[in-house]
């Protein structure tokens, strides 16, 4: 006897499954790939030994000490601090911009106020004229020659798309840190699981109450616990794609997808840090991934070393879908999948895919603890 049908191993999936196994209900989860963890899912990389994250690189952080307190029941983590650096036309800068960047960039040596009156001052071009695109937009926030030198190519690469035909809306905001500060994130706690990810995913749904099934599509007629079988007769957690579920009724939600292109190189250090972004439009990749980097306290071998180039572009149907578009039609859309959504007795849609919503790790597990707290169990 099932109690619960959970659509999708991802960490909201793994995080509701957990839960309400430990509170004694059986748990069925299945997913379509053929690995649980979702897109933090890594592996070893069989020609060096080292740990590659297969969707992209997964840095976990946050603030939130209910979250904090659950993940560290199923792995330690290490130290790691994210830092992310630049480079553009043939000169590396730090990143997000900050003075370090600015004094670089304008070969000055600016204190803080200096800084910012500098780039007040440059961002006045447009006159409060109200921003028409999204380079204008770029502009408006940081002025030109820091809108052009680090934000305007990286995006054209980001949508393939030149920034003048893309809406003012994409970006709200480009911060800027008037301190010498480069740490990529802001939160209390931040680090990488020290076993590797899939020993913390797997260890999640380590639990005589939870039963996996992989290569398992909930939309297979021809698998047992498909839609048709399953919905009205179990509860279900769905955490896939939300138009899917419904056949795409109001249409196709628009994401950006990503494409990966590993290499192993014949070198001990190839770049020197784990991620360096492209600026340039002449460079076709965003950035490039070195994984050893993301655990130097690793004994890694010190003669090969593994490097993912990193591009992006419109998802087009079949495409893995990893960052919400979020247009105005998309907008419109989701509101009405959102009315269908609550017309689907004890269906519970969560995670990025099932609300189509760009989640960091730390906010999957803090929506999915909270699903379990007021739909699942109260
Ligand atoms: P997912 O992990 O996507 O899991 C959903 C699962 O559902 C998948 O395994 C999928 O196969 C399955 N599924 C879908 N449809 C079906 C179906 N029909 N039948 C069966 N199964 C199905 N977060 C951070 O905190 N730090 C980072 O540095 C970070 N970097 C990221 C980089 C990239 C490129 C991306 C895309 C995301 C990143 N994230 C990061 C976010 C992180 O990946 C998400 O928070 C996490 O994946 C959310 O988990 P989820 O369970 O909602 O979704
Ligand atoms: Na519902």
């Given at each position: 006897m099932t109690d619960l049908v959970v659509v999708g191993t991802g960490l909201f999936g793994l995080t509701v499954a957990e839960r309400m196994a430990e509170q004694g209900r059986k748990v069925l989860m299945i997913d379509r790939r053929d690995h649980l963890g979702g897109n933090a899912y890594s592996e070893t990389d069989p020609a060096t030994g080292i740990e590659v994250h297969r969707y992209g690189a997964h840095l976990f952080h946050t603030s939130n000490e209910r979250v904090w307190e659950y993940v560290n029941r199923f792995t330690a983590f290490t130290s790691y601090v994210h830092r992310v650096y630049t480079t553009h036309r043939g000169e590396v800068f730090p990143m997000p911009i900050n003075l370090g960047t600015i004094n670089q960039f304008f070969r000055s040596a600016h204190g803080p106020d200096a800084a910012r009156a500098l780039v007040r001052e440059q961002a006045a071009e447009l006159e409060g004229r109200r921003p028409a695109n999204l380079d204008e937009q770029g502009v408006s926030l940081i002025g030109r020659p820091l809108y052009e030198a680090f934000i305007q190519g990286y995006t054209a690469k980001q949508w393939q798309t030149d920034p003048r035909?893309?809406?003012?809306?994409?970006?709200?905001?480009?911060?800027?840190?008037?301190?010498?500060?480069?740490?990529?994130?802001?939160?209390?706690?931040?680090?990488?699981?020290?076993?590797?990810?899939?020993?913390?995913?797997?260890?999640?749904?380590?639990?005589?109450?939870?039963?996996?099934?992989?290569?398992?599509?909930?939309?297979?007629?021809?698998?047992?616990?498909?839609?048709?079988?399953?919905?009205?007769?179990?509860?279900?957690?769905?955490?896939?794609?939300?138009?899917?579920?419904?056949?795409?009724?109001?249409?196709?939600?628009?994401?950006?997808?990503?494409?990966?292109?590993?290499?192993?190189?014949?070198?001990?250090?190839?770049?020197?840090?784990?991620?360096?972004?492209?600026?340039?439009?002449?460079?076709?990749?965003?950035?490039?991934?070195?994984?050893?980097?993301?655990?130097?306290?690793?004994?890694?071998?010190?003669?090969?070393?593994?490097?993912?180039?990193?591009?992006?572009?419109?998802?087009?149907?079949?495409?893995?879908?990893?960052?919400?578009v979020n247009t105005p039609a998309d907008r419109e859309r989701l509101k009405r999948y959102r009315e269908l959504m609550a017309g689907e007795r004890d269906v519970h849609f969560g995670g990025r895919l099932g609300t189509y919503q760009y989640l960091d790790m730390h906010m999957a597990i803090g929506s999915a603890l909270s699903m379990v707290d007021n739909q699942l169990t109260s």
């Open positions: 035909e893309l809406p003012a809306s994409i970006i709200s905001r480009l911060p800027v840190r008037y301190t010498y500060d480069n740490r990529y994130f802001n939160d209390t706690h931040e680090g990488l699981p020290t076993g590797g990810y899939t020993a913390w995913l797997e260890r999640m749904a380590d639990h005589p109450n939870i039963e996996v099934r992989l290569s398992t599509d909930f939309f297979d007629d021809a698998q047992p616990v498909n839609k048709k079988a399953v919905v009205g007769q179990v509860p279900v957690v769905y955490t896939g794609p939300v138009d899917r579920y419904f056949d795409d009724a109001e249409g196709s939600l628009s994401w950006r997808t990503l494409d990966f292109e590993r290499e192993v190189l014949p070198v001990g250090d190839f770049q020197g840090t784990p991620v360096m972004n492209y600026a340039d439009t002449e460079v076709p990749y965003t950035r490039i991934l070195e994984f050893r980097h993301f655990h130097p306290e690793r004994e890694y071998t010190s003669d090969k070393t593994v490097i993912v180039r990193e591009y992006s572009r419109f998802a087009e149907r079949g495409d893995e879908p990893y960052y919400p």
